[in-house]
Every structure is written in structure tokens, then in C-alpha cells.
């Protein structure tokens, strides 16, 4: 009841924002565009649900900001009264727990000094400009939002020739563009596999061959994502692009947010556990490496001695150095009791994009933009020797549990493997777009690979076999697909326009043999499927 006096004088000013100068800021012309670029990658009515995000606070509507956060028990707008509102108090505090936006630079003086302006002569709404219609529309108009039609080809060289089908078998659903697959990675046990891209990190059970856990508390783009070697927690790095970095622990036994990591002032590009699980490494665009104790969150140190962005970071075997990748074409190996470096990986003409670390021997590898993929001694920070990569960048480098089968993603669509021992190259398959993430099973069996067109791949590493595809998206839709067979969810089934060999198929009851989610699983397993059988007229 004490809030009423306040909510209705903020109500009476928002009626009336036509009173304000021409010359005073208004929320559509001169603060929406400041709150777009810093705040509401949080604070957007996307994330209301999401309390550890958005604190309940959306600043993507002048109705929402009215409302303020939780729920509105909390307003933090005073037309009129800046210094009693919050949305200017927490742009200059000196608290660092409360301050925004949370773990990133203060806004420039100048945006902050709009905002007060804009708080101070009442708040004016201003004209909403049309482009922002489509975006800002509620439910009802939500559909008129153009999605491009995606084609899902599935495999159907396993049909037998008597098939009422004809192949291609494809299905085309209203879901595009897919973002980019930007990060994989296998769970220690095998059976998950944690898969991310923009806003979203899915999590796959491959003994069902159905999502596990999807994941949308993220902040703006995943970058890369690790299972602690114990299973026990997810690391999900990315954040917002110069703005802030995000890195978040998540319990891998009820996915519940453990916390959420801050300090970085830009993207967090990549993340690595150490061998014991007790400490994180995470490498980001500010050109900092920062090592965090798993357990209480704290800083341990951060590495400042690259010169550029830092892309990538792997931990030693047994944890006592990690060494990393960067834009500044070097890597470093970095002693983890003490921050320092104990020498540079040197020599590269091209940026460097990635680095593993071999299990047992301690060998570091790297890659980059000159595609040849370095070995070299993790004691001498020698190079040994070198051998031949993809066609275009290396995004990604990883190796198995025991360091015997090791992986290259490729910006030419090309997945390479290769023997850990020697170096020497074992297969090479094709993706059909950029590989951007690459990850092996801990028994070096399956191999999993994220692509720009927003699929993930998962192979047989000895024979090269396509063993599945995966894609899952918006309203939690997902397709797994195993050679004549597939799964999905009921959305994506009631969704998809299904064809067989460019004709629309006659009668979607023909699929009931191939929508078959115990044959992708066996696939997702490495298992060799058998023909589909269909009834006999």
C-alpha cells in the first residue's frame, strides 16, 4: 500500500509525455538505443522468467520500465526524481554488487547523463519509431513475424527400394535462420551431449536421442561449454560483444544455475576445467585469462599478457599450467599456482584460434588462421613439429580422455582426425558448412561437430560413419536423425511440410516406421540400423 502514491504519480506522468520540450530526451529516440546496446541482452521481456538474469526488470517497453521489476514490487522509475530512482542510482553507485551494468564497465558519462535528463524533465515515451512495431508487438502479432523456411534432408539411402517413400526424404520447417552451432562438448560418462548456440545450450541424452535439459538462462551468445571432469557441473561461456563477458556453472544433476561469473569486459570465448575439477580457466576478448576456484567463485588471478583477444584455453594433465591461443598470433603456457608465463608458443604469421592439450603426455597443440596444426613440447615451449590442417581456419582442436584419438574443426566444413600419438591424419568428412566446435567421447568412439548452419553432426571416429544429425530451436522444437530413421518433437512434427523426392508426401501416416526414437538412440550408440519396414498392402 505504500507503493501506491509513487506508482500513481509515475502513471499520471506517463499519460501526459506530449508536456515534455522538444528538445528533452524522450525513450524511443534517445534512451531505448543506450538501454539496447548495454542493458537489455538481460533486462528484454524474453528474460522476465529468468529472475537470474533479468531480476524481473524488462527496459525493452516504456510500459515494462512503468512496471518496474519483480514483478512490480519493485518500480525503478520516478518521473521526475532521479536521484530516487533506480534506473539512473544504479548507473553510478559505488557499490560493485549492485552496480550496472553487473560485472561491466559504467556506461559512458554521456548516455548516463541522457538518462537522468530523460528521468528528470518526466520521462517522455516519444514517437515509437514503425521499424520497432514487428519487434515490440505482444502475442497477438507475434506471428507475423517472416521466419525462413529450413530443409531438413534426412537419410533415406537405407530405404529399401519397395518403399512407398521416395528419397530424398526431407521436411521443411518455418524456423530460420538457424544460428550458428558454436560449441560441444561430451559429458565424462558418454551419455550427454551439451550443445550451444545463440541464446540456447541444449542437452542431448544419447541414450534417448531426445533432449535432456534445454537452457535459455544464457547470456547472449555461447561460446564454448565444458562438463567438469567429475559430471557434476556445466561451464557455459559468452556473453555480450565489448560489453560483458558471462560464465555460468550449471548442476548437471537438476540444471539449476550454481552462479554466475563476472569480471570480464567482454565476450568469454572459451572455458577449461582442470583435471581435478577444482579450478576454471576462462579466456576472453578483453585480452585476460582469468583462473576461478570452482568451489567458492573467487578470481585465483588473471592473465594479462597478451596483447589481443584470447580465444582459447586448455588445461595440463595433472593441472598445473594451462595454455592458451590468441589473436595476437602466440599462445602461452601459464603457471596456475602463479600467473605467470612460463613461455610463449611463438612463430605463427596468423592468428591462433585454438589450443588442446594432449592427456597424459603434455603435449599443446595449436591452430588458427595458417591452418597448420603445431605440436609442441609443453615443458620446453618448443615446437616439434607440424602437420597439415584444414582448408580455411582451425576453430577448434580436442582431444579423447586418454589422448589417443585427437579432432580439427575446419572452417572449410571439414572434420579431420587424427592419430594423438603421432600426429598423423586419420579421416576427413565433410559437414557441409564451417566447423566451428569439435568435440570426442572420453572412450575416443563418437565425435561430435557443430556447424554454421545450425547442426550438429555426430560421427564414428574409426570408420567415419555419419552416425546422427541434430538441430533444436525456437519454442523447443528439435529433429535427431539416424539413416532412414528420426525423431522429434510433436511441434516440429505438426510444424514440418514433408516431401519425398521433391512431391508432397500423400500421407504422413507413411512415416510412422521411420519415426523411430529407440533406432536413433542405438545409432546415436555407434549401432549399424537396419532397413525400415513397411506394412505390406
Known amino acids: 500500500m505504500k507503493q501506491f502514491p509513487t506508482l500513481l504519480v509515475l502513471s499520471l506522468a506517463w499519460v501526459h509525455p506530449g508536456a515534455a520540450r522538444a528538445a528533452d530526451p524522450t525513450y524511443w529516440q534517445d534512451v531505448r538505443p543506450i538501454l539496447r546496446k548495454h542493458c537489455t541482452v538481460c533486462h528484454s521481456e524474453r528474460k522476465l522468467t529468468e529472475l537470474d538474469v533479468s531480476a524481473g526488470l524488462a527496459l525493452d517497453k516504456p510500459d515494462l520500465i512503468r512496471k518496474g521489476s519483480k514483478g512490480g514490487k519493485q518500480p525503478v522509475l520516478v518521473p521526475g526524481k532521479p536521484d530516487e530512482s533506480p534506473i539512473v542510482s544504479l548507473l553510478t553507485t559505488k557499490d560493485k554488487k549492485r552496480a550496472m551494468p553487473l560485472d561491466a564497465d559504467p556506461l559512458p558519462a554521456a548516455d548516463i547523463a541522457v538518462i537522468r535528463k530523460w528521468v528528470e524533465t518526466g520521462a517522455a515515451e516519444g514517437t515509437k519509431p514503425k521499424d520497432d512495431d514487428a519487434l515490440l508487438a505482444g502475442p497477438a502479432t507475434s506471428a507475423k513475424v517472416r521466419k525462413l523456411p529450413v530443409v531438413f534432408v534426412t537419410r533415406t539411402a537405407a530405404l529399401p527400394k519397395a518403399s512407398p517413400i521416395a528419397a530424398p526424404l526431407t521436411a521443411t520447417l518455418p524456423v530460420g535462420p538457424l544460428p550458428p552451432v558454436a560449441a560441444v562438448a561430451f559429458s565424462p560418462d558418454g551419455k550427454l551431449l551439451a550443445v550451444g548456440s545463440y541464446g540456447r545450450v541444449t542437452v542431448w541424452d544419447l541414450a534417448t536421442a531426445k533432449p535432456a535439459k534445454i537452457l535459455t538462462n544464457v547470456l547472449g551468445a555461447v561460446n ?314
Open 224 to 537: 564454448d561449454l565444458k562438463f567438469a571432469p567429475d559430471g557434476k557441473t556445466l561451464a557455459v561461456s559468452g556473453g555480450q560483444p565489448s560489453a560483458r563477458g558471462d560464465l555460468r556453472l550449471f548442476d548437471t544433476r537438476d540444471w539449476k544455475l550454481i552462479a554466475s561469473l563476472g569480471g570480464h569486459l567482454d565476450t568469454v570465448s572459451a572455458v577449461a576445467w582442470s583435471p581435478d575439477s577444482a579450478k576454471i580457466a576462462s579466456a576472453s576478448f578483453d585480452k585476460t585469462v582469468r583462473l576461478w576456484d570452482a568451489k567458492t567463485h573467487a578470481v585465483l588471478h588473471t592473465f594479462t599478457g597478451h596483447s589481443d583477444f584470447v580465444y582459447s584455453v586448455a588445461f595440463s594433465p595433472k593441472g598445473d599450467w594451462y595454455a592458451t591461443a590468441s589473436k595476437d598470433r602466440t599462445g602461452r603456457i601459464i603457471d596456475a599456482a602463479t600467473g605467470k608465463s612460463l613461455g610463449t608458443l611463438s612463430g605463427a604469421e596468423q592468428e591462433l584460434l585454438a589450443v588442446a592439450v594432449r592427456p597424459e603426455t603434455g603435449q599443446v597443440v595449436t591452430s588458427g588462421l595458417e591452418t597448420a596444426v603445431s605440436w609442441w613440447d609443453g615443458k620446453t615451449a618448443e615446437r616439434s613439429k607440424k602437420t597439415g590442417g584444414p582448408g580455411v581456419a582451425t576453430h577448434e582442436i580436442a582431444f579423447d580422455a586418454k589422448g589417443g584419438v585427437m579432432v580439427v574443426a575446419g572452417g572449410d566444413g571439414t572434420l579431420r582426425s587424427y592419430d594423438g600419438a603421432t600426429g598423423n591424419p586419420l579421416k576427413a568428412v565433410q559437414n557441409g558448412s564451417a566447423v566451428f566446435a569439435a568435440a570426442v567421447d572420453s572412450a575416443g568412439k563418437r565425435i561430435a561437430a557443430g556447424t554454421a548452419d545450425g547442426f550438429v553432426k555426430l560421427w564414428d571416429a574409426s570408420d567415419a560413419r555419419l552416425l546422427a544429425t541434430f538441430w533444436s530451436g525456437a519454442d523447443d522444437d528439435w529433429f535427431a536423425f539416424a539413416e532412414g530413421f528420426f525423431s522429434a518433437s510433436p511441434g516440429a512434427m505438426k510444424k514440418a511440410d514433408w516431401k519425398g523426392d521433391g512431391k508432397p508426401l500423400a500421407d504422413v501416416k507413411l512415416l510412422t516406421p521411420l519415426n523411430d526414437p529407440e533406432r536413433v538412440a542405438k545409432a546415436c550408440a555407434g549401432e549399424k540400423l537396419p532397413e525400415p519396414e513397411f506394412p505390406k498392402k
